[in-house]
Nanobody
Framework: QVQLVESGGGLVQPGGSLRLSCAFS????????MGWYRQAPGKKREWVAT???????AYADSVKGRFTISRDSAKNMVYLQMNNLKPEDTAVYLC?????????WGQGTQVTISS
């Protein structure tokens, strides 16, 4: 069974930074894609960023230039560095991993941007 556990969320002021972490455990082999979604209250879940097993990266337009996704395969970790945060970035951020058969999700970590 695959488990994903996020950490690093919190409350920061606009313009601040946070680094989210996602720890993978279990049968994590053959995961083709790992990344982050977010969900704000009353809104649909929104894709944020993806890193593939070949280290190709992609970002939503709303975060491009501000967020950076990275992975450490040796530590079974995926990170999301978030800079220049805006109030509209407020959401629960969920880590995910997918292979050819299914997608696995973490429980989420709250990120709140407010002055």
């Amino acid at each position: 069974q695959v488990q994903l556990v996020e950490s690093g969320g919190g409350l920061v002021q606009p313009g601040g930074s946070l680094r989210l972490s996602c720890a993978f455990s279990g049968n994590i082999f053959n995961m083709n894609v790992m990344g982050w979604y977010r969900q704000a209250p009353g809104k649909k879940r929104e894709w944020v960023a993806t890193v593939t097993s070949s280290d190709s990266r992609a970002y939503a337009d709303s975060v491009k230039g501000r967020f950076t996704i990275s992975r450490d395969s040796a530590k079974n970790m995926v990170y999301l560095q978030m800079n220049n945060l805006k109030p509209e970035d407020t959401a629960v951020y969920l880590c995910y991993a997918a292979n050819d058969y299914r997608t696995y999700w973490g429980q989420g970590t709250q990120v709140t941007i407010s002055s």
